[in-house]
């Protein structure tokens, strides 16, 4: 090995250490390493940038953005609350979610049930009081698990089959079967299921998300929200409701007829038509308008049936024709088409009712806005406009039926191989946009930059691995080590060799390099080849220890706020169960009879 396989190791180990560590962000890290690799002549700009073109990563900023239009059109809410209705705790949700993904994860592509699944477990995370990152890598995790159970369940496991077709070594080596994969797929999953069940609470961060971290404002609003007649909440006591432990919310008093009650003790049973005061963050309070949760807003109204809405916050100006004025009386919502959902007058706990509130000048308001909102506001002195903070909109069915519909012909197009998934999802995103159920405009915003330039650089490691000929070196030290041990050995150093390089360098990569080296060894031994390439799909496709070892864990990198100390602490534990468990059962079935 020469002074560039040299070079590339040493970038290897500097990346490796500076992610663990957390020294520099992980794109920062990966651009100084390429950057030594490409003064060195290692990598041409040409092949450094060539990651731009993969198609693998234009799918996966494809799915964020159709999931994130998903996730704003609330579409899926209703669907998934049906089947999560009874999965009231941590670890009911978890389980169910798992099992759900799993399965489908079987059949379908991952990358799209992902995609789908993680605005759902996001908002479900935030109305229940849990960080993103206690769901996001178990959600992933379940998709992977679920892929490696069939043939068709991970792109790996086809690859390694085009392989086994292609491969002159063995002529009458025959392809490989649906179900080939499912003696140890099926196994792992129930494994991986509850090793995520029992330890995902200890070992996953409880971090703020990208998102949530972004958007989070330190304004206290108060907000009025009245129990529905048919809330789940009549009858309850306030602690049984639990709404003393609201995320983001704090129950200030409750109005019942003229009667106000505070503070609220624990104790006090709740009746239909209280009037809740609370004291909340903002994103808590946006999460109220569209949630089913048995509390209704009241000062938002019709407001919720109308197709385009908008969350704004306003600041009452010195000179506003608002001062003095009650919410009622200021006749917000005839004037400017909005309804004052909850003020923060900053230093000073408001009481009462919203409508009986008097404004203040510097007052900031928390509005519900229709259409012609802007129209109407352009004009006036009374208020001044800080930001729009969210926006919702509600489709027609045909719009529902396409974007939903498209979804689902997009995944199985692409699973019976008709139609690449990559252009699915384009046309799917062409109509979108044609049929004006999102804007051009928000899309960037769907978009993780320093992300998508991870994957690019970390594409560009795996080139020079492989074109200094490291990544060959790595494999046949490893496999020398191994030998000795006969069969069960070189299978359990092939697993190994396999899972790293797939860590650092992708699944695919890793698989061209050593399905060659494990069938030729598999040869020479003149043991069974079955256990010999089945044993590269799993430890390519089975990928738990690095983001950018596998799509579904880049996807939700960013938006769970992990770091791949994460990822190593959690899957490095469950990639040696997954080894064990393969080495076991493959050496079982078409070795340990022969023997």
Known sequence: MGFEGILVLVVIAFILLSLYLEITGPSFTFLIGIIVIGIAGILSP??????????????????????????????????????????????AFMARMMAIVGVFSAFLNNTPLVAIMMPYVHNWSKRNNFRPSKLLIPLSYAAILGGCATLIGTSTNLIVNGLVVDQKIIPDLEALDLFDFVYVGAPMMVIGFFYM??????????????????????????????????????????EEANLRNLKGLFLVEILRGDQKIAPVSPTVILKKHDVLIFAGETETIIEMINTNSG??????????????????????????????????????????????????????RISGKI????????DVLLLLTGEDFIDRANDTQDFYLISKIRDFRK?????????????????????????????????LLIL??????????????????????????????GTAMIKTGVAGMIADFIISIFRPFGSIGLLTGI??????????????????????????????????????????????????????????????????????????????PLTILYMIVTVVILSYMYLWPVQ
């Open 432 to 461: 979108v946009l044609a049929l004006k159920i999102a804007s051009p405009k928000d899309i960037p915003k769907s978009i993780d930059y320093p992300l998508i330039l991870v994957i690019v650089l970390s594409l560009a490691l």
């Open 46 to 91: 040409r092949e450094i940038l060539s990651g731009f073109a993969n198609q693998q990563i234009a799918v996966i900023i494809l799915l964020l953005i159709l999931g994130d239009i998903v996730r704003r059109t609330g579409v899926l809410d209703a669907i998934f609350d049906g089947l999560f209705q009874y999965a009231r705790s941590y670890k």
């Open 355 to 362: 409508g009986t509130v008097k404004l203040k000048a510097g």
């Open 395 to 427: 489709l027609k069915f045909y719009k529902i039926a396409v974007l939903l519909g498209g979804f689902l012909a997009a995944i199985i197009l692409s699973a019976f191989k008709l139609v690449p998934l990559f252009l699915a999802l384009t046309v």
């Open 197 to 238: 069940l029992i330890w995902g609470d200890k070992l996953l961060p409880n971090r703020a998300d990208v998102i949530s971290s972004f958007s989070h404002r330190s304004r206290e609003y108060v907000v009025e929200a009245q129990i529905r007649s048919n809330s789940k909440y009549v009858g309850k006591s306030v």
């Open 495 to 572: 697993y190994a060799i396999t899972a790293i390089l797939g860590a650092y360098i992708t699944n695919k990569a890793a698989v061209a390099i050593i399905f060659p080296i494990s069938l030729t060894t598999a040869v020479n031994l003149g043991a069974d080849p079955m256990p010999f390439v089945l044993v590269v799909s799993f430890a390519a496709a089975a990928n738990f220890m690095t983001p950018i070892g596998y799509q579904t864990n880049l996807m939700v990198y960013g938006p769970g706020g992990y770091s791949f100390k994460d990822f190593f602490k959690i899957g490095f």
């Open 295 to 348: 509390l209704v807003l009241t000062q938002v109204g019709m407001f919720t049936h109308k197709t385009h809405t908008e969350v704004r916050e306003a600041v009452v100006s010195h000179n506003s024709t608002l001062i003095n004025k009650t919410v009622k009386d200021a006749n917000f919502r005839g004037k400017y088409d909005a309804a004052i959902i909850a003020i923060h007058r900053n230093g000073e």
